[in-house]
Every structure is written in C-alpha cells, then in structure tokens.
C-alpha cells in the first residue's frame, strides 16, 4: 500500500458528514490546525464552497469528489447516528453499504490519503460487563444501530491492506448546537427555556459523557499521527446519570425542575452503564483538554 507522505503543511481533509454537529466543531479544529478542509453533505440546498453534495450510496458521485478533492486525510462522520430512528433499512444502508462505498473509492483513487478516520460508536459494547469498557472487550450490541457499526468496522477491515484505516469509538459527547432529539441537548433547553416540568425516561441510566471540542481534538491528533489498523475508545473515563445532569443544571441554572418518568421513553434493551477507558487513546496522542461534565452543560446553557 503507497499512501502519501506527511507534507510540510498538514494537506487537504475530506470530512464527510461536514454539516453535522461534530462536522461543523471538526472543521474549526482542523482549520485551526492548518489543513484545508473539503466536506460531503446530504443535502439539496445550495451548500458552502469546498462542500460536496453527495449520498453515500451513489459510488460514482463519491468518486468524482475524492477526484477533485484528492485529500491526504479522510475523516468519516456521515451516518445515521439516532439510535431511535425509524427506519431500520436506512440504518444499515447509509451505515455499512455507504461507508463501503466510500472506501472503494478511496482505494480506488490515484491518490491514497495518509489517514482515513471512520467514526464507529461505543454503543457496540451493549450491556458490557466490562467497568470500564476498553477496546478489546466483546461486542454485544443492543440495537440495529449498533450492529450497524459493529459491522461496518469488519467491512472495513477487508480494506486494511489497501487503506490507512483507524476507527474511533466515541462514547457519548454533547456541546452546544447538539441537535435536540439528543437527550442532553433536551435537558438544557428545558433548562434555558426555565420550564417548570420535563418527561424523561430511566433517570438513572449512567453514560460515559465527553465535551464534543475534546472529541474533535482527539480526531486531529490521530490525523497528526496516524494509527493503522488501531481501533481506540474515545471517552473520558468518568460516569454521570440522567438524575446527575439534572441535578447539575438545577445548580447551574438556580431552580427545580419537575421530573416525571414517561416509561414511553424507556428502551426495551437499555443500555444500563456505559464507561469506557481512554488509556489507550492518551498512550497514543497525550491528555485530552481537561473539560468536565459540568463546565460543558455551563457551555451549552450559556450558548
């Protein structure tokens, strides 16, 4: 496999899924850092200069970007990432087919980026008996989504020989300008909006949360120093519940709120406790800002 060398500056970035909430934070990284940022979106409306419209599904369109954007580094965010959506189809389609289709073009190419990045997800450890959760724990996943991701990873591994392939496994993360159909974005606009009640599901479901600008952080560092064929949590290690980030902005925002469990929102095959080690990710590209559960939803309140 020839793939191109690191230049002086750090290149030309491929980010597809570039709209999407960690495609917008991404891009501020990376611009930051020097690189110059190309994107795909999904959408019909007139998009921004170096944004591509295309679906992951149409090969040839997605060959034709690669061509003209010849990037030295590939970050790919484009999924469907709601646990909950409905359609289980379209789940499997864009997430495993869409992604296949993105690496045969890219193997395809005349140019090989240096690194590709595909974005995975810790919901594949399902109910893990593992605590905390670390990369080489099974696999047990809990939803289609899940086995959606769990099975892109193996496709991708047919394409090892040809592709600087690494893929993250991001455990929960928020930030301001999180979609609202996200549970945590849902808190804080209540919270914003200084509503007296919210309907929530099992309030003690524990989650492992990141702020999204350490997250993109970790992307560009793996894009810095490319790690082929490693697969690496991202995660902060630390463990917080529903009733605990309620309980942070009542203290933020300086009222109660009422809570009342909706058993509607509550999952037949919940996810109880989801805490994953980052030890193997901090080896491999250092610490992490040191952003905490509660300076984030300060963020996102005050945003």
């Known amino acids: 496999m020839q793939v191109n060398l690191p230049p002086s500056t ?7 899924g570039i709209g999407g909430f960690t495609g917008l934070y991404l891009a501020q990284e990376l611009q930051a850092a020097g690189y110059e940022v190309f994107g795909t979106a999904h959408e019909a409306s007139p998009l921004p200069k170096r944004v591509y419209s295309v679906d992951l599904n149409d090969l040839a369109g997605l060959r034709a970007v690669i061509k003209a954007v010849r990037p030295d580094v590939v970050v790919h965010l484009a999924a469907i990432a709601f646990v909950a959506h409905g359609d289980v189809e379209a789940i499997y389609r864009t997430n495993v087919n869409g992604t296949r289709n993105l690496l045969q073009a890219l193997a395809e190419s005349d140019q090989v980026p240096r690194a590709v990045l595909l974005a995975s997800s810790a919901n594949i450890y399902g109910n893990s008996l593992a605590d ?55 808190i804080v606009s209540h919270f914003k909006q200084r509503a007296s009640r919210i309907e929530l599901g099992n309030l003690d479901v524990e989650r492992d949360f990141s702020d999204v600008r350490c997250v993109v952080t970790a992307y560009r560092r793996l894009l810095d120093n490319p790690a082929p064929g490693q697969t ?59 952003i905490v559960l509660p300076d984030t939803l300060r963020w996102m309140l005050q945003a």
């Not at 991202?234 to 058993?263: F, H, K, Q």
């Open 10 to 16: 750090p290149g030309r970035c491929l980010i597809t």
């Open 232 to 290: 690496f949590n991202i995660c902060s290690g630390r463990v917080s519940s529903l009733r605990d980030i309620v309980a942070t902005l009542e203290r933020l925002a300086g009222y109660t709120i009422e809570v009342s469990v909706n058993p509607a929102f509550m999952r037949p095959n919940e996810v109880k406790r989801l805490v994953g080690s980052n030890a193997k990710l901090i080896a491999a590209i250092g610490e992490l800002p040191a």
């Open 132 to 186: 905390p959760i670390r990369e080489h724990d099974a696999a047990a996943p809990e939803s289609d989504y899940a086995v959606s991701k769990i099975a892109m990873e193996y496709m991708a591994r047919l394409w090892n020989a040809r592709l600087p392939i690494t893929i993250v496994r991001p455990f929960n993360y928020t930030g301001a300008g999180q979609a609202p159909n996200f549970l945590v974005p849902k």
